[in-house]
Nanobody, 124 residues
């Protein structure tokens, strides 16, 4: 069974930065694609970023492109989301997810395991 544990969320002012981390256990982390999603109150879950098993391919939602960076360290079984120039509309619970496949996907339904989420709140 895979366990994903996110950390790094918190309260930050608009324009600030946060780095989220997600540590995976229970399966060969380096073999699988990873993604970050978020869900704001009253809204549907939305895709944020994804990275392939090797880290060589990645994809971002238009809303975060140029501000967020996804990366992974397979030696530490960890995927990161560096978030810069944060905006109030980035406020949400952020989830990492693991897909039992090597290629990345923007669709939440294609991910097999999810973390419990970490709250990010951006004040104006």
């Amino acid at each position: 069974q895979v366990q994903l544990v996110e950390s790094g969320g918190g309260l930050v002012q608009a324009g600030g930065s946060l780095r989220l981390s997600c540590v995976a256990s229970g399966r060969t982390f380096s073999s699988y694609a990873m993604g970050w999603f978020r869900q704001a109150p009253g809204k549907a879950r939305e895709f944020v970023a994804a990275i392939s098993w090797s880290g060589g391919s990645f994809y971002y939602a238009d809303s975060v492109k140029g501000r967020f960076t996804i990366s992974r360290d397979n030696t530490k079984n960890t995927v990161y989301l560096q978030m810069n120039s944060l905006k109030p509309e980035d406020t949400a619970v952020y989830y990492c997810a693991q897909r039992l496949g090597t290629t990345l996907s923007t669709q939440g339904g294609r991910y097999d395991f999810w973390g419990q989420g970490t709250q990010v709140t951006v004040s104006s």
